[in-house]
């Protein structure tokens, strides 16, 4: 374990400024960076970058772990950590310098902006605003566009495909966490500003805010020396991974940035836009982005919701307004405010499941001593089997798809493969072409050119072996397939039927 550290001098000077918490916070750091230490060495997660801000003044900055377990390269304060969906919150800050300088209002119509831009009810495509997009409340059904990205398809090419998509919630009355609603948002309001979002983002926070060593493009996340590769964790033990290209999707998951950065975004959202003396981003314009915007849960202890590109919520222990990002792959982030302390907790770590426990419990050791002066419980012994609960097939929406039963003791053979080969279409996933091979078939869906292995499971049904999930196909009277249905595409909204083109 090595890299950054704030010295005691450093800690002392910065928290003596004031303390607006219900515990005296110079007392706090050395129990919290115990625990720190603790949560990390039990986690198996390789690396970790954590800080915490208050009263406009880093007041605990430490680095652990590495950045690839096999150059054992340490987290330092200039590691670049891939942030996830915590990328949202630059969304809508860039969206709210615009907002502030009057070039458009979060009420703005979108298709006012970019016509193209529809869904399924032609109504609600004409009436959709910035706000409806950033606060996930347009009928999409929950990670609506995702399918596609694994598919391979571009950015515009999953925006036109979202008009075949059913809206699920009525509009602006429910709440379906969407990446591809952030982007739709980002894309328009790059289109009015003229310029690229990754440029655009650039110009309107990176660059007024300081923040020299963080990106909208993965390019630059792999081009940079110093970045944290990325692993699966699970039961303490880590296994490298591929990096996750969410250029895609960048406005909702494809930001990359340094734990010293990060500080400095920390000190804008708290300081109402300002830097260093400099106004970067109006006032009222970011205050509407930390204002629930969408109601998730209320009862008689407060509400929950979703702001503008932030989880919001307000309860009898404070207000609270964060996000998290994750990757499968191996990326988990938390960025939480907490506004009437000026407070904020910024965590990077680069593994997955494991990260997200580690932070999690991170988290809750932190509001524990900060609320009550100890930790209160093991938190990361609750928080781990939540997670690895919801990562089973069909647990969640997480993975939402069962996987296939064993195949049954009578199981019918296929019939001669040549039958199910061909091309199958439709209107949201495209076409997915079926070929033969020795022991089963290949599946090329959408713009992939990975192939899905199907083999043999019971008569027309095939097992996709990577999901374990079924794949069925319909044979008409003349002994052809007429079409092919994925279990795995089968979601809210979407179907996963593909029908062979009549001839």
């Known amino acids: 374990m090595s890299g950054c550290t704030t010295s005691s001098s450093e800690k002392t000077a910065a928290v003596q400024t004031g303390t607006t918490g219900p515990q005296n916070v ?20 390789p690396g970790m970058a954590v800080a915490i801000v208050q009263n406009d003044s ?3 900055m430490r680095c652990f772990g590495v950045t690839n377990t096999t150059t054992r390269e340490p987290v330092t304060p200039d590691t670049r950590f891939q942030l996830a969906s915590i990328s949202k919150s630059f969304t809508s800050a860039t969206i709210a310098s615009m907002v502030g300088d ?43 566009g995702d399918d596609l990205q694994d598919l391979g398809y571009n950015r515009s090419e999953i925006l036109g495909r979202l008009r075949y998509i059913n809206l699920t919630g009525d509009f602006r009355s429910s709440y379906a966490y969407t990446n591809i609603g952030v982007t739709a948002a980002a894309e328009a309001a790059a289109h009015r500003a003229g310029t690229p979002w990754e440029d655009l983002v650039t110009e309107r926070v990176f660059v007024p805010a300081g923040m020299n060593n963080t990106s909208a493009r993965f390019a630059d996340f792999v081009a940079a020396k110093n970045h944290a590769d990325t692993y699966r964790v699970y039961n303490g033990t880590a296994t490298a991974s591929e990096l996750t290209n969410d250029d895609v999707n960048s406005p909702a998951g494809g930001v990359s940035s340094t734990i010293s950065d990060m500080t400095r975004y920390a000190r804008l959202q708290l300081n109402e836009g300002n830097l260093d003396g400099k106004q970067v981003i ?53 960025l939480i405010l907490y506004p009437n302390e000026k407070m904020e907790v910024i965590i990077l770590s680069n593994g997955f499941p494991g990260g997200y426990s580690l932070n999690k ?24 089997p939540q997670i690895l609960a919801a990562l089973q097939p069909g647990a969640s929406t997480m993975s939402p798809t069962a996987k296939l039963p064993a195949a049954p003791a009578d199981a019918k053979p296929a019939r001669s493969l040549a039958i ?13 072409r079926i070929d033969t091979n020795s022991t089963g078939l290949l599946a090329y869906a959408g713009k992939s050119t ?28 003349d002994g052809t397939a007429t079409s092919v249905r994925f279990s795995l595409f089968d979601l809210p909204g979407r179907n996963g039927t593909f029908v062979r083109p009549s001839s």
Do not use: C
């Open 102 to 144: 009057g070039e458009l209002s979060w009420d703005t119509r979108v298709a006012t902006i970019t016509p193209d831009f529809r869904l399924f009810d032609p109504w609600v495509s004409q009436h959709v605003t910035f706000r409806d997009l950033l606060s996930h409340r347009t009928g999409l059904p929950e990670y609506a």
């Open 450 to 477: 990975t192939p899905m292995i199907l083999v043999p499971y019971d008569g027309d049904t095939f097992r996709e072996t990577t999901t374990n999930t079924g794949v069925v196909f319909a044979v008409g009277k």
């Open 58 to 60: 880093v007041i605990y």
């Open 26 to 45: 110079t007392a706090l750091i050395p129990q919290f960076d115990a625990y720190a230490e603790q949560t990390f060495n039990r986690s198996g997660v």
């Open 282 to 334: 109006d006032p009222t314009a970011l205050a509407e982005t930390h204002t629930v915007q969408t109601v998730i849960h209320s009862d008689n202890t407060g509400v929950s919701g979703y702001g503008l590109g932030w989880q919001v919520s307000a309860k009898n222990s404070g207000t609270r307004v964060w996000h998290d990002g994750e990757f499968e792959t191996g990326a988990s982030t938390d």
């Open 420 to 432: 199910y080969s061909g091309s199958y279409t439709q209107d949201y996933l495209g076409t997915v």
């Open 361 to 384: 419990a991170m988290i809750h050791g932190w509001d524990d001593l900060y609320s009550t002066g100890a930790v209160r419980n093991d938190w990361y012994a609750v928080i781990e």
